[in-house]
């Protein structure tokens, strides 16, 4: 199958950097093609703009939506954009790999989200959630969070963590029609032990192996 990757951490040696690593091992192993869209190291420009476009519908009034729509009719989006629009089709597997930063993903990654999931390329026409354009594609959260596992429980101090990541699995995967398998959450790695770290790594390398057979969330 084929895998991408799209990593969102500053620090190479991050333990979101170690996730990314291990995974691409992991994945590998099983003779599994791997792609990573390492969003910082590339420089990925995060801010959408008329420069996602070599087209132009409206030169007097920038509707976003209006000129993607556009652009994918005359294959007008710009290189950097259709690089990883075609990446996107490439794969069977999508995992944003990230920390958890102010209750959701880092703005880099939205920013990709918000470039690439462009309208008449990831949705439209009623193609949305069951009808999405990307039925038949699965994909997975792996984050990292600041506080321990008792604070993203119910009734925890941060709330529940499968709350706190409704927006990007029902609102930016399963709407462009992904089958969205539960996140890997590894619980404030800075502070753990080495092996407290291992056993991510090891828990990690288990939802890798069972990617085909997971059950995907299930959303109203």
């Known amino acids: 199958m084929n895998v991408l990757i799209i990593h969102a951490h500053p620090e190479p040696n991050s333990f979101n950097g170690a996730l990314t690593r291990h995974s691409v091992h992991v994945l590998e192993e099983q ?9 910082y190291a590339m420089g990925w420009d995060p801010v959408s703009s008329r420069k996602n476009f070599t087209t132009t519908k409206d030169s007097t009034f920038f509707k976003p939506q209006a000129e993607e729509t556009y652009a994918a009719e005359h294959d007008g989006f710009a290189p950097d ?12 597997y999508l995992i944003f790999q990230f920390p958890l930063w102010w209750f959701s993903i880092p703005a880099i990654l939205k920013g990709w989200v918000d470039r690439v999931f462009a309208m008449g390329f990831a949705y439209g026409g009623g193609r949305i959630y069951e009808t999405g354009v990307f039925r038949g594609k699965r994909a ?17 101090r941060h709330g529940d963590i499968n709350m706190l ?4 699995q029902h609102g930016m995967l399963y709407f462009v029609g ?9 619980y404030g790695p800075t502070r753990a032990s080495e092996e407290k770290r291992r056993e991510y790594l090891d828990g990690y390398a288990q939802r890798l192996l069972a990617l085909e057979t997971t059950p995907p969330v299930r959303f109203s």
């Open 140 to 156: 997975m959260l792996s984050l990292t969070t600041g506080g321990p596992e008792e604070m993203y429980q119910p009734g925890g």
């Open 165 to 168: 990541l409704y927006h990007i």
């Open 31 to 39: 003779g599994h093609i791997i792609q990573v869209s390492d969003l």
């Open 178 to 186: 992904m089958d969205v398998l539960p996140p890997f959450v590894a």
């Open 81 to 92: 954009v259709k690089a990883e629009m075609n990446k996107v089709l490439w794969c069977d």
